[in-house]
Each structure stands twice: as structure tokens, then as C-alpha cells.
Nanobody, 127 residues
Framework: QVQLVESGGGVVQAGDSLTLSCIAS??????MAWFRQSPGKEREFVLG??????????GTSVNTKGRFSLSKDGSRNTLSLRMSALGSEDSATYYC????????????????????WGQGTQVTVAS
């Protein structure tokens, strides 16, 4: 497994912005992504990125258009999730996920498409 360490969570006000970061222990990845989970709900895909090509891929569960974006720092094996215009519906524990290099390329938006997970970082949006 790849070791993943998230940071950047906290309590913010509605309408604020927040950036989460995830550092991976190695660069040999197919993809990295962010998921989130609220109490009583299933873990849902937020955004992901093909690691080598840096092509983002999107899901349909979370409204990220114009609000969330990804950035990669390859020198630090870091994927950051930039979130803006946060609302109470964005309150959740956010998890970083990664899939190690595999053949064929493994890519998807469900938890089963990732073999490594971080511990999660809590984001609370106060209204």
C-alpha cells in the first residue's frame, strides 16, 4: 500500500474556501483522488487525477463544477483539493485515495478502484 497523509481540514464559514492536501509515500501511481463521507452516508467520489498525465476525472455525486479543483505537485507527490463557495452540504470527512501502478491501468470513481487510503480530514462548514 501507498502511505497517504492528508492535511488542511478545519471549520470554515459558509462561502469560504479551503484547500486540502494529500502527500503520497511514492510516485508510482495510476491515480489519486478525493472522496468524502458524512455520517450515515456512503463514501462518495469528489475528484480524481490520472497521476502521470495529470488529467482530471470527475464523478456525478458531488457538485464540483466551478467550485472544486485539483492541483498536483509532482516533486512532493502531493495532490491538493481546492474548494470554494463551501456550503453546509460540503461538511464531511474527506479522504485521499490512491491506486498504485497496475497493468492494465486501473481507473474509476468507486472506492474499489483505489487500494490505498488516508485517515481522513474533517471539514465542517458553519452556516
Amino acid at each position: 500500500q501507498v502511505q497517504l497523509v492528508e492535511s488542511g481540514g478545519g471549520v470554515v464559514q459558509a462561502g469560504d474556501s479551503l484547500t486540502l492536501s494529500c502527500i503520497a509515500s511514492e510516485p508510482a501511481l495510476d491515480s489519486m483522488a478525493w472522496f468524502r463521507q458524512s455520517p450515515g452516508k456512503e463514501r462518495e467520489f469528489v475528484l480524481g487525477m490520472l497521476w502521470k498525465s495529470e488529467i482530471p476525472f470527475y464523478g456525478t455525486s458531488v457538485n464540483t463544477k466551478g467550485r472544486f479543483s485539483l492541483s498536483k505537485d509532482g516533486s512532493r507527490n502531493t495532490l491538493s483539493l481546492r474548494m470554494s463557495a463551501l456550503g453546509s452540504e460540503d461538511s464531511a470527512t474527506y479522504y485521499c485515495a490512491a491506486q498504485r501502478e497496475s497493468t492494465p491501468l486501473k481507473i474509476g470513481t468507486t472506492p474499489s478502484h483505489f487500494d490505498s487510503w488516508g485517515q481522513g480530514t474533517q471539514v465542517t462548514v458553519a452556516s
